[in-house]
């Protein structure tokens, strides 16, 4: 997809002149989208809208990932809206497939139980690898060796709004780790047994909790049990430094013992959440209000002074999701 003879650092050549300043302080970053060949035309809308909205400004490259080989038809239709540079690239095979440690006639008893209670994905083996990928296999792939922070997006989503500064630098200069766009409750059917395992591994690693963690959005009473609040992360701006670290990686390692993923239905989700919340400090979590964002059925439309008026967004604030029965906003905001 690029020029050959461009530089796609060269922030002279992407994004207009308005915006070289932007990108000539480019952070260590990319965008990712992990897809399926099938997602083909949903992938390349929410390419050229992050595009239009954000990227062409600053010339961010894209990662795409996929547990089967991407085919040439996705290739070109997502590199023909994308302006920088575009890397393809196949997971390996431990790292998405259901690991020969579990017990598969446990885990399709569990998944013919939660077909009669009718959870959602609950009889599909795929979902819950691409949610143990999601939880704790993404940032080892190699085309992301080289990166530090990476923006989640997923196919058929929506940007409804200008997106004129950086987010990443935001998160660089402000010594964030996380950033999120909407939080909401967990299906308790999915996670039963994920607190009392989380809560296993605080009691023997007390020394991984944070002592300025974000305990009061997970937890109504003071840790006894958890109250489902997460971030939704089909949408993430995050460190993938966190991730990598000591202290995720023994809580993933953990957590993907006891079978989980495959005996239950964890999601990414809460697990990143839970992670976050319990081992990093709660101030390097930050709460993109001014990012105007779209995954069925849910919006987050900006709400806060002036943003919305300054992303000239198409959102309606009215109906944010952050104002709806099903939000976390409420125990985000009493934290603060
Ligand atoms: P939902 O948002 O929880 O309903 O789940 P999605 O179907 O949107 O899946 C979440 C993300 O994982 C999206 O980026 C999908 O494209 C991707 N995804 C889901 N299942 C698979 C799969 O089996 N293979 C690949 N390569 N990607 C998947
Ligand atoms: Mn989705």
């Known amino acids: 997809s690029q020029l050959p003879w461009a530089d796609p650092h060269d922030s002279a050549l992407f994004g207009d002149t308005h915006h070289a ?9 990319t965008l990712l989208m992990l897809a399926r060949n099938s997602d083909t035309d949903n992938a390349v809308r929410s390419v050229r809208e992050l595009e239009d909205k954000f990227n062409k400004k600053f010339g961010y490259p894209w990662v795409f990932l996929n547990e089967e080989e991407f085919s040439e038809e996705f290739k070109r239709r997502v590199s023909n809206v994308i302006s920088g540079p575009v890397s393809f690239g196949q997971i390996p095979h431990d790292h998405w497939y259901q690991p020969d440690f579990i017990d598969e006639a446990k885990a399709s008893a569990a998944r013919e139980q939660m077909i009669k209670d009718n959870i959602i994905y609950g009889g599909s083996v795929s979902y819950r690898n691409m949610c ?8 080892r792939h190699e085309l992301l060796q080289k ?3 990476y923006w989640r997006v997923e196919p058929d989503v929506h940007f409804h709004c200008d997106i004129d500064s950086d987010p990443f630098k935001f998160m660089e200069d402000n010594n964030k780790i996380y950033g999120f766009t909407i ?6 059917a999915t996670i039963p047994t994920m607190w009392d395992t989380v809560t296993r591994f605080t009691r023997e690693n007390p020394q991984y909790v944070h002592p300025n963690n974000a305990m009061a959005y997970i937890s109504d009473n003071g ?5 489902l609040c997460h971030f939704w992360s089909n949408f993430e701006i995050a460190s993938m430094d966190f991730w990598r670290g000591e202290v995720y990686s023994k809580f993933f390692d953990y957590l993907d013992a006891t079978g989980g993923f495959y005996y239950e239905r964890w999601g990414d ?6 992670g976050v919340t319990l081992f990093a400090d709660k101030d390097q979590i ?28 198409a959102c309606n604030p009215e109906r944010s999701f952050d104002f709806d029965g099903y939000s976390c906003m409420r125990q985000w905001e009493r934290i603060w």
């Open 183 to 188: 939080t909401m409750y967990e299906y308790h």
């Open 147 to 149: 990166y530090k922070w």
């Open 223 to 227: 840790g006894e049990s958890y109250n």
């Open 21 to 29: 300043a932007n990108a000539t302080q480019r952070q260590n970053a």
């Open 269 to 274: 989700a809460p697990v990143h959440s839970l």
């Open 286 to 313: 930050h709460f993109f209000d001014d990012i105007g964002y779209e995954h069925n059925p849910y919006v987050h439309c900006p709400r806060q002074s002036g943003n919305w008026e300054k992303g000239k967004c």
């Open 132 to 139: 143990r990928f999601n939880s704790g296999f993404f940032y």
